[in-house]
């Protein structure tokens, strides 16, 4: 059975007096140049009708998680692209017959296309699952962008040889068997991508790094919220708005303090000293006890020992106001303890946690404690400690 191309070459040799060269070489432009056009018109009428349909639908589909990001990644447009692919595969065929070398040069081309097109339809999956996932909520447990960025390399890297291999007419196995003697340079060329996906796997089963944790470095460098997580880089936006850029195997390499652990409890610590003037420690009399007494009522069910010093009074009213402390967190520790004296006085520790852990509240209430502990002070016939 003739071809369309010997049909029409036999034409313009006959019918109009072309050499047979000329004729093959028009003949094989003009079909060229149609079976282009055609798979460009097929593209156009897909690309139409997919239009109208998802204009169609929209309203359905952006009430759809799944619908509306598939919509945004443009997915369905990318499959549409194989159609003309296709076409075009068979129409060469059928234009310049099964054999030839026109026929082998222009599938080969044509498979190129397919495999773009196969790659944008799976980068397109990626990025619309990552979306999905991020929009889902559970973001914060698995930094899947870089698992996402890490597949997207392997791709592109993948179908570059696949491609290389299709121009040049080579097998797959060759290829690859090829590459392994340019592992060193490939590795190399690839160094950071490797390493960031292989500390991001460290990261992510170890569960040392999430979105949202406030980490800090020894170094200063980064001390803030994680906002991203991807194959080379972890975004830190700082406490004072500046970003910082970290390799993910420096995580993996180094020291670094996450906070969530402060996050996830019950409470912040607060941890602070208060000084005593060791020149204004006592031993109370039972009247100056009673005193100190009724100016605190919450102290007024407690059993005072006899022979009780100041200092060991202020320690017992600064548990007992904590306990009281709306702000408190009573489940956890609350420790007054008096550590050895210092030339700067009697230090008087005093530990605890509060509820509220958002930094600024947290600050402003723990203040207020520390405020009142150091302003009631002279109640107790004792003076706060100040280098002259």
Same mark, same amino acid.
């Given at each position: 059975?003739?071809?369309?191309?010997?049909?029409?070459?036999?034409?313009?040799?006959?019918?109009?007096?072309?050499?047979?060269?000329?004729?093959?070489?028009?003949?094989?432009?003009?079909?060229?140049?149609?079976?282009? @056009?055609?798979?460009? =018109?097929?593209?156009? %009428?897909?690309?139409?009708? &997919?239009?109208?349909? +998802?204009?169609?639908?929209?309203? $359905?589909?952006?009430?759809?998680?799944?619908?509306?990001?598939?919509?945004?990644?443009?997915?369905?447009?990318?499959?549409?692209?194989?159609?003309?692919?296709?076409?075009?595969?068979?129409?060469?065929?059928?234009?310049?017959?099964?054999?030839?070398?026109?026929?082998?040069?222009?599938?080969?081309?044509?498979?190129?296309?397919?495999?773009?097109?196969?790659?944008?339809?799976?980068?397109?999956?990626?990025?619309?699952?990552?979306?999905?996932?991020?929009?889902?909520?559970?973001?914060r447990?698995?930094?899947?962008?870089? @698992?996402?960025?890490? =597949?997207?390399?392997? %791709?592109?890297?993948?179908? &570059?040889?696949?491609? +290389?291999?299709?121009?040049?007419? $080579?097998s797959?196995?060759?290829?690859?068997?090829?590459?392994?003697?340019?592992?060193?340079?490939l590795?190399?060329?690839?160094?950071?991508?490797?390493?960031?996906?292989?500390?991001?796997?460290?990261?992510?089963?170890?569960?040392?790094?999430?979105?949202?944790?406030?980490?800090?470095?020894?170094?200063?460098?980064?001390n803030?919220?994680?906002?991203?997580?991807?194959?080379?880089?972890?975004?830190?936006?700082?406490?004072?708005?500046?970003?910082?850029?970290?390799?993910?195997?420096?995580?993996?390499?180094?020291?670094?303090k996450?906070?969530?652990?402060?996050?996830?409890?019950?409470?912040?610590? &607060?941890?602070?000293? +208060?000084?005593?003037?060791?020149?204004?420690?006592?031993v109370?009399?039972?009247?100056?006890?009673?005193?100190?007494?009724?100016?605190?009522?919450?102290?007024k069910?407690?059993?005072?020992?006899?022979?009780?010093?100041?200092?060991?009074?202020?320690?017992?009213?600064?548990?007992?106001?904590?306990?009281?402390?709306?702000?408190?967190?009573?489940?956890?520790?609350?420790?007054?303890?008096?550590?050895?004296?210092?030339?700067?006085?009697l230090?008087?520790?005093?530990?605890?946690?509060?509820?509220?852990?958002?930094?600024?509240?947290?600050?402003?209430?723990?203040?207020?404690?520390?405020?009142h502990?150091?302003?009631?002070?002279?109640?107790?016939?004792?003076?706060?400690?100040?280098?002259?």
């Amino acid at each position: 059975m003739a071809t369309f191309v010997e049909w029409m070459n036999g034409l313009m040799t006959r019918h109009l007096g072309l050499r047979a060269g000329l004729a093959d070489t028009i003949d094989g432009i003009v079909v060229f140049i149609g079976i282009v @056009l055609a798979a460009v =018109l097929i593209n156009w %009428m897909c690309q139409k009708l &997919a239009g109208w349909l +998802i204009n169609r639908s929209r309203n $359905r589909l952006a009430r759809s998680k799944w619908g509306s990001t598939l919509l945004k990644q443009n997915l369905a447009r990318n499959l549409l692209l194989l159609i003309p692919g296709i076409v075009l595969y068979f129409l060469i065929g059928a234009a310049f017959g099964e054999e030839g070398t026109a026929t082998s040069i222009m599938r080969r081309l044509d498979v190129v296309f397919l495999i773009i097109v196969a790659i944008m339809i799976f980068n397109s999956a990626l990025l619309s699952v990552l979306e999905i996932f991020i929009n889902s909520g559970r973001r914060r447990n698995v930094p899947l962008q870089g @698992l996402v960025q890490a =597949l997207q390399v392997i %791709m592109y890297f993948v179908g &570059a040889i696949i491609i +290389i291999a299709v121009l040049l007419d $080579r097998s797959l196995g060759a290829m690859f068997a090829g590459l392994g003697a340019s592992a060193a340079v490939l590795m190399l060329v690839f160094k950071d991508s490797i390493l960031g996906f292989v500390a991001g796997v460290q990261l992510s089963q170890n569960k040392m790094i999430r979105i949202g944790d406030w980490i800090q470095l020894p170094d200063g460098s980064a001390n803030g919220t994680v906002e991203e997580i991807t194959l080379n880089t972890v975004k830190v936006r700082n406490w004072d708005n500046t970003l910082t850029m970290i390799p993910p195997y420096t995580l993996v390499s180094a020291p670094f303090k996450n906070w969530r652990g402060m996050q996830e409890s019950g409470g912040r610590r &607060a941890d602070k000293m +208060i000084y005593i003037d060791l020149n204004s420690l006592e031993v109370c009399s039972e009247e100056m006890t009673d005193d100190i007494v009724k100016s605190f009522p919450i102290m007024k069910d407690l059993q005072m020992e006899s022979q009780m010093t100041n200092i060991q009074i202020y320690r017992t009213y600064i548990e007992t106001y904590l306990r009281q402390h709306p702000d408190v967190n009573t489940s956890l520790d609350i420790i007054v303890t008096q550590k050895e004296a210092t030339a700067y006085g009697l230090p008087i520790e005093v530990y605890f946690f509060t509820k509220e852990k958002a930094w600024a509240e947290y600050e402003r209430k723990q203040s207020n404690i520390f405020d009142h502990l150091m302003t009631i002070v002279p109640e107790f016939g004792l003076r706060l400690y100040q280098r002259p």
